[in-house]
C-alpha cells in the first residue's frame, strides 16, 4: 500500500457512516464551505461564509486587512480552534466528509490538508533532508527507501530539488527566502495533501521568487487543489482560477477569475479591486 | 486622494473627445464638399493623420496604463474599449479622406443626382452625432437605435446598386453617367462603413458600462 493510500484509509477509518453518506451527496466539489462562522472570543471574524471549491483548481481569496481571509483557510484545516477562546460553526466538507464531525481527527485532517504560511518557517535545527521527511517520521514512516523516495518527489514537486540535491544534509535555514518557501512547500507535499493552503505564500519574498511560487503553484494543481490567500491582487488574477472576495468577515462575491476581474457583479469588489479603497 | 490610475484615464478620455470632434467635422466637411464641389482634399488629409497619430497615441497610452496599474473591472473594460473607439474614429477620418478622393479622381460631378448620396449621408451625420453622444453620456442603450439606422444605410446602399446594375428601360441606361454612379457608389460605400463602425463604437460603451460584448453583425 502506497504512503497516500495509508493516509487515506486512515482518514476515512475516522469518518463515520452518517458522514460517509452525507458525503456521497457533495462529491461534486472537492471543498464545500457551509454558513461556516467563526469567533475570537466574542468577535466575530467570519459570518455565513459559503463556497464550493472544484478539484483541480486554483482559488484566491481576496480582501482587505482583517476581512477574514487567513482566518477562513484555517478554519480549512481546523487550525482555527487551535488558539485559545477561537470557537467556529457551519460545515466544511471535504471529499465529502465535514471535516467538523466529532468522529474525525483534527490530527488526520491536517495531514489531509497542507499549509504554507506567509515567512518560510523551515525547522531550524533540521537539515534540508528532515524538513522534508520530518512529518513522514511523526506519522510512523520508517521504511528510509521510502522516505527517501518521497523526499527527492517533494522536492522536484516543489521545483527545488535540482537547486538543493547535492546538500541535502545543509540546514534548511541556510536557503535563501525564496528557496525556503519551496522547501516548506516540499515538506507539505511530503504529506500528499489533496488540498493545499496557502496563507500569502509570497509576501515575504523578491519578485523573482514570487514567480517561482506563482509558477509552482499553476503546475501543482494537476495534482492538487489550492486555496490561496493574497494581498496581491494581480497575483490573484495571474494564478488562480476562482476568486472570493471578502469583506468584514463576509464573502462578498465569488466567481471565475476573468469574470471577477474583468466584470464583477458587486460595486464594492469593484471599488476594491480598483484601488478605490481598502 | 486620486488614483494614479485616473490622471492616465482622464489624458486618454481627453484624447477620444479630441478624435471624437475631429473625425466628425472630418466626415461633414467631405459630404459638404461632395455637395458643394468644394476642395478639401488637403485639409481633410491632415485631420485623418492627425486622427491616425492621435489613434496611435490612445493605444500606446493605453499599454503604458496597462503595463504600470493593471487596470481591472470597469478601468480596465475602459481602457480596452478606448483602443477600440480610437480605430473606429480613426476609420471615419479615413474614409472622409476616401470620401474627397473619389471627387477629385472622378472629376466634375456637378450635374449628377446626388439625392442617393445626400440622403444616407443625412442618416450617417445622424449616427456620427449619437455616437458621440453616447460616448459623453455613456449611454449603454445608443446601440439599439444606432443599429436601426444602420439597417436603413445598408438598405439603401442595396438599393443603389440593385438600381444601378439593372437599369429599368434604355432610356436609363442612356442616362447612366459613369462619372455619376461610380462616385455615388464609391462614397455610399464609405458611408455604409462609417456608419457600421458608429454602430462599433456603441458596442463599445455598452461593453464598458455593462462588461458584456455585443455580436459584432
Known amino acids: 500500500m502506497s504512503n497516500e ?44 461564509v459559503s463556497l464550493d471549491v ?15 481571509k487567513t482566518t477562513l483557510i484555517r478554519c480549512l484545516n481546523r487550525m482555527h480552534e487551535m488558539t485559545p477562546s477561537s470557537r467556529s460553526r457551519g460545515q ?45 517520521k511523526l506519522n510512523g514512516v520508517k521504511d528510509r527507501q521510502l522516505i527517501d523516495e518521497i523526499v527527492k518527489e517533494s522536492l522536484q514537486g516543489a521545483g527545488i530539488w535540482e537547486e538543493v540535491k547535492n546538500e541535502l544534509d545543509k540546514p534548511g535555514m541556510g536557503l535563501s527566502g525564496g528557496q525556503q518557501q519551496r522547501l516548506c512547500i516540499a515538506r507539505a507535499l511530503a504529506m500528499q495533501p489533496e488540498v493545499l493552503l496557502m ?33 496581491n491582487m494581480q497575483q490573484a488574477a495571474r494564478v488562480s482560477d476562482y ?13 471565475p477569475t476573468k469574470k471577477i476581474f474583468e466584470n464583477p457583479e458587486k460595486e464594492l469588489t469593484e471599488r476594491y479591486i480598483s484601488g478605490k479603497f481598502g | 486622494m486620486t488614483r494614479l490610475l485616473d490622471l492616465g484615464i482622464d489624458r486618454i478620455r481627453n484624447i477620444i473627445m479630441d478624435m471624437a470632434r475631429l473625425s466628425e467635422q472630418s466626415v461633414f466637411t467631405s459630404i459638404d464638399s461632395y455637395d458643394k464641389g468644394t476642395n478639401v482634399k488637403k485639409q481633410i488629409f491632415e485631420w485623418s493623420e492627425k486622427l491616425r497619430v492621435l489613434q496611435d497615441e490612445t493605444a500606446d497610452l493605453a499599454i503604458e496604463l496597462i503595463a504600470r496599474y493593471q487596470p481591472v473591472a470597469t478601468d480596465l473594460r475602459f481602457i480596452r474599449s478606448c483602443m477600440e473607439i480610437a480605430y473606429g474614429f480613426s476609420r471615419f477620418g479615413r474614409y472622409a479622406y476616401d470620401i474627397v478622393e473619389v ?39 445608443a446601440s439599439a437605435k444606432l443599429y436601426e439606422m444602420d439597417d436603413t444605410v445598408d438598405a439603401l446602399y442595396r438599393k443603389y446598386l440593385r438600381e444601378v446594375i439593372t437599369p ?32 462599433y463604437i456603441s458596442d463599445s460603451i455598452h461593453y464598458i458600462m455593462t462588461g458584456r460584448s455585443s455580436p459584432r453583425r
Not at chain 1, 504554507?116 to 520530518?134: C, G, H, L, R
Not at chain 2, 472622378?106 to 444616407?120: E, S, W, Y
Not at chain 2, 432610356?171 to 455610399?188: E, F, G, V
Open chain 1, 5 to 48: 493510500e495509508e493516509l487515506a484509509r486512515v482518514v476515512f477509518s475516522q469518518g463515520s457512516e452518517n458522514a460517509l453518506k452525507e458525503g456521497q451527496k457533495e462529491q461534486t466539489y472537492k471543498v464545500s464551505i457551509k454558513k461556516l462562522e467563526a469567533w475570537f472570543g466574542t468577535k466575530q471574524a467570519l459570518k455565513d
Open chain 1, 54 to 68: 472544484k478539484e483541480n483548481t486554483i482559488t484566491a481569496i481576496i480582501g482587505p486587512s482583517g476581512c477574514g
Open chain 1, 92 to 136: 466544511v466538507i471535504i471529499d465529502g466528509i465535514d471535516i467538523y464531525d466529532r468522529n474525525i481527527d483534527p490530527v488526520i485532517i491536517k495531514r489531509r490538508i497542507g499549509m504554507v504560511f506567509q515567512k518560510p518557517n523551515p525547522f531550524p535545527t533540521m537539515s534540508i533532508y528532515d524538513n522534508v521527511a520530518a512529518g513522514l
Open chain 1, 199 to 231: 496563507d500569502e505564500p509570497t509576501s515575504a519574498l523578491d519578485p523573482m521568487a514570487s514567480t517561482k511560487i506563482e509558477e509552482l503553484v499553476h503546475d501543482l494543481k494537476q495534482e492538487l487543489t489550492i486555496i490561496i490567500v493574497t494581498h
Open chain 1, 243 to 255: 476568486t472570493a472576495f471578502m469583506y468584514l468577515g463576509a464573502l462578498v462575491e465569488y466567481g
Open chain 2, 103 to 141: 471627387l477629385e479622381t472622378i472629376g466634375h460631378i456637378n450635374d449628377c443626382d446626388k439625392t442617393a448620396v445626400l440622403g444616407m449621408a443625412s442618416t450617417v451625420r445622424e449616427m456620427i452625432l449619437l455616437s458621440v453622444e453616447a460616448l459623453q453620456l455613456r449611454d449603454k442603450n
Open chain 2, 168 to 199: 429599368q428601360n434604355d432610356q436609363d441606361k442612356k442616362d447612366m453617367n459613369p462619372r455619376c454612379y461610380i462616385s455615388a457608389l464609391l462614397i455610399l460605400r464609405y458611408l455604409e462603413r462609417i456608419s457600421d463602425h458608429a454602430c
